[in-house]
């Protein structure tokens, strides 16, 4: 696997966020724990990010937090260099690109209209199909 890509995740690694991880249960428990909601969803991406690249069901060949889509890719998936309410991005051994979004919820109340308005819906139908 390569190097993970997002900012914080050398800052999780360090504080031994992921380590020992037993279930998800626990590791929810654990970025439940940190202090900020920033905090939480950072962890949380990085948390995703390794998740896609590491599980074979997602078949990715490479994933890249928002940060570090190459602009070529962004512009593949028609998108600029703003926020379109995606997280990241990862393209299939099959040369697929996939956009996806996370978010991290304790008690999982459904998202509201206001969280999904965000998201670019043509990239999101490339990932939901994708996935």
Same mark, same amino acid.
């Given at each position: ?5 997002? @900012?914080?995740? =050398?800052?999780?690694? %360090?504080?031994?966020?992921?380590? $020992? *991880?037993? /279930? ?40 890249? @937090?928002?940060? =570090?889509?190459?602009? %070529?890719?962004?512009?593949?998936? $028609? *998108?600029? /260099? ?50």
């Amino acid at each position: 696997m390569s190097k993970a890509l997002h @900012p914080k995740a =050398a800052a999780f690694v %360090s504080q031994n966020l992921f380590a $020992g *991880l037993n /279930s998800f249960t626990e590791l929810e428990n654990r970025i439940a724990a940190l202090p900020d909601k920033q905090s939480r969803g950072d962890a949380f991406e990085v948390f995703a990010e390794a998740y896609l690249a590491t599980k074979r069901k997602h078949d990715a060949e490479q994933v890249w @937090p928002l940060n =570090a889509v190459p602009t %070529s890719v962004l512009q593949q998936l $028609g *998108l600029g /260099s703003k926020d379109y309410g995606i997280d990241g991005v990862c393209r299939t051994q099959l040369g697929q690109l996939n956009a996806y979004q996370v978010k991290f919820r304790t008690d999982r109340p459904a998202l509201t209209w206001r969280e999904l308005s965000t998201l670019d819906w043509p990239t999101a139908r490339k990932f939901i199909a994708g996935f």
